[in-house]
């Protein structure tokens, strides 16, 4: 079995007759570099090498175990997934909880083995700044769960008002393989038995806890403001808090070159005093939040595949748009030539229509009845004289009208 490991997503078991390719989705979405304090993107690779597998394969499963995580990173990936033409499985392999839950949701069939859970609740998110900042930030967020309540009435049959109300008022609604499947957001219930289930008092748990239950990495006992306060030191070169009878070092701060803007001086002011509150806690975490927000950018090499992504399809349009161009050009050409050939057709017609009505007007002012007649290809008539160059006073009387109305004789 070959296994392709990439942060917080798994490859696996890729057949060799290319009927089928296994993606096993566990922990928070995406990875959290606690030493950094800045999420590992990864959802851009995700979705580069799941198109790569739709190239190859016929059908995708993908096993979900997530307590969820940022909706920034899981929209491209659920937005991938739902838009694939290929035959996409998605199964709960324990718990299917906020972000994880909406990913799982993006299959063609969606499977839940018998003890797990899929959890839906409200978007939630962190704002800093002023009212004006935060007001955005709730938008966003209800944004976000409009798309969401959209997924859920569609594979559902439920409105989207009987979603609203049931799922996304505020409390985390945990519900069983059976419930999920009688509200109508699974498709089959599966024999199997989830060897990671989450514990039975899960519905008991703030999300916080259940986040923590999906921690991959396990650290020291120390506290929260303990590791914060040697980050943050770490990354600016600083001494410790002054001690009793010391006169501490003049300090050498070396900004993060990539984050110069972000001095951390509420921060560093507070970490300077003898005692941290849990005020002083609450207000460094807003400043840290922000140092993750201004750090958090793509790549070059993320970037410039974005940028082949949508110039590749842009190029296909405009291609498809050029032979377009260039058919609609070819038959507005030949449309005019028909016309043209029309119109000259038209016009030996309106001659011809002109010159029969001024013969019909000369036989009508001359009173004379065309007996015996001749024309170029006469029919024969019995008793019709021979004579060749025979001329009847019809005859001369068109020749005078003719010559008076200017028309070749």
Same mark, same amino acid.
């Given at each position: 079995m070959s296994k392709q490991t990439t942060g917080f997503y798994e490859i696996f078991n890729k057949a060799e007759d290319k009927s089928s390719v296994d993606i096993m989705?566990?922990?928070?979405?995406?990875?959290?570099?606690l030493d950094t304090y800045k999420m590992k993107n990864q959802a851009d690779k995700f979705v580069s090498e799941f198109k790569k597998l739709?190239?190859?394969?016929? %059908?995708? $499963?993908?096993?979900?175990?997530?307590?969820?995580? #940022?909706? #920034?990173?899981?929209f491209p990936i659920f937005n991938v997934?739902?838009?694939?033409?290929?035959? &996409?499985?998605? #199964?709960?392999?324990?718990?299917?909880?906020?972000?994880?839950?909406?990913?799982?949701? =993006?299959?063609?069939?969606?499977?839940?083995?018998? $003890?797990?859970?899929?959890m839906i609740h409200r978007a939630s998110g962190i704002a800093f700044g002023n009212a004006d900042k935060m007001r955005d930030t709730a938008d966003m967020m209800e944004k976000y769960e409009g798309v969401i309540i959209d997924r859920l009435a569609s594979i559902s049959g439920q409105s989207k008002e009987d979603i609203q109300d049931k799922y996304f008022d505020g409390k985390d609604?945990?519900?069983?393989?059976?419930?999920?499947?009688?509200?109508?957001? +699974?498709?089959?219930?599966?024999?199997?038995?989830?060897?990671?289930?989450?514990?039975? $008092?899960i519905t008991n748990m703030a999300f916080g806890e259940v986040m923590n239950l999906y921690k991959k990495e396990q650290h020291s006992e120390e506290s929260l403001i303990t590791?914060?306060? $040697?980050?943050? %030191?770490?990354?600016?070169?600083?001494?410790?808090?002054? *001690?009793?009878? *010391?006169d501490p070092p003049a300090p050498t701060p070396t900004p993060n070159p990539t984050n110069t803007d972000m001095n951390f001086e509420n921060s560093l002011s507070l970490l300077s005093k003898e005692t941290v509150t849990a005020?002083?806690?609450?207000?460094?975490?807003?400043?840290? *939040?922000a140092y993750h927000d201004a750090g958090e950018k793509f790549t070059d090499?993320? &970037?410039?595949? %974005?940028?082949?992504?949508?110039? =590749?399809?842009?190029?296909?349009?405009?291609?498809?748009?050029?032979?377009?161009?260039?058919? =609609?050009?070819?038959? +507005?050409?030949?449309?005019?030539?028909?016309?043209?050939?029309?119109?000259?057709?038209?016009?030996?017609?309106?001659?011809? +229509?002109?010159?029969?009505? &001024?013969? &019909?007007?000369?036989? %009508?002012?001359?009173? +004379?009845k065309p007996v015996n007649a001749k024309s170029d290809d006469p029919d024969k008539i019995d008793g019709e004289e021979g004579a060749v160059n025979f001329t009847s006073e019809t005859d001369v009387e068109i020749k005078r009208q003719r010559a008076e109305m200017g028309i070749g004789q």
């Amino acid at each position: 079995m070959s296994k392709q490991t990439t942060g917080f997503y798994e490859i696996f078991n890729k057949a060799e007759d290319k009927s089928s390719v296994d993606i096993m989705l566990y922990g928070a979405i995406p990875d959290f570099d606690l030493d950094t304090y800045k999420m590992k993107n990864q959802a851009d690779k995700f979705v580069s090498e799941f198109k790569k597998l739709e190239k190859d394969f016929d %059908r995708i $499963n993908i096993y979900i175990n997530s307590p969820g995580g #940022y909706l #920034y990173h899981a929209f491209p990936i659920f937005n991938v997934i739902a838009n694939s033409k290929k035959d &996409v499985h998605t #199964y709960n392999d324990g718990l299917a909880a906020s972000a994880g839950g909406y990913i799982l949701l =993006a299959g063609k069939t969606i499977h839940t083995a018998k $003890n797990a859970f899929l959890m839906i609740h409200r978007a939630s998110g962190i704002a800093f700044g002023n009212a004006d900042k935060m007001r955005d930030t709730a938008d966003m967020m209800e944004k976000y769960e409009g798309v969401i309540i959209d997924r859920l009435a569609s594979i559902s049959g439920q409105s989207k008002e009987d979603i609203q109300d049931k799922y996304f008022d505020g409390k985390d609604h945990f519900l069983t393989a059976e419930e999920a499947k009688e509200a109508g957001f +699974v498709n089959e219930i599966e024999d199997y038995e989830s060897e990671d289930a989450p514990p039975s $008092n899960i519905t008991n748990m703030a999300f916080g806890e259940v986040m923590n239950l999906y921690k991959k990495e396990q650290h020291s006992e120390e506290s929260l403001i303990t590791r914060i306060t $040697n980050h943050l %030191r770490k990354t600016f070169t600083l001494t410790p808090a002054k *001690q009793e009878g *010391q006169d501490p070092p003049a300090p050498t701060p070396t900004p993060n070159p990539t984050n110069t803007d972000m001095n951390f001086e509420n921060s560093l002011s507070l970490l300077s005093k003898e005692t941290v509150t849990a005020e002083d806690l609450a207000a460094i975490k807003a400043e840290l *939040q922000a140092y993750h927000d201004a750090g958090e950018k793509f790549t070059d090499e993320e &970037v410039q595949n %974005r940028i082949t992504e949508a110039t =590749a399809t842009l190029s296909e349009e405009i291609t498809n748009l050029s032979t377009e161009k260039a058919n =609609a050009e070819t038959l +507005v050409s030949s449309l005019t030539e028909e016309k043209e050939t029309l119109s000259t057709e038209k016009g030996k017609l309106d001659t011809e +229509v002109k010159n029969l009505k &001024v013969t &019909v007007e000369a036989y %009508r002012k001359s009173g +004379v009845k065309p007996v015996n007649a001749k024309s170029d290809d006469p029919d024969k008539i019995d008793g019709e004289e021979g004579a060749v160059n025979f001329t009847s006073e019809t005859d001369v009387e068109i020749k005078r009208q003719r010559a008076e109305m200017g028309i070749g004789q």
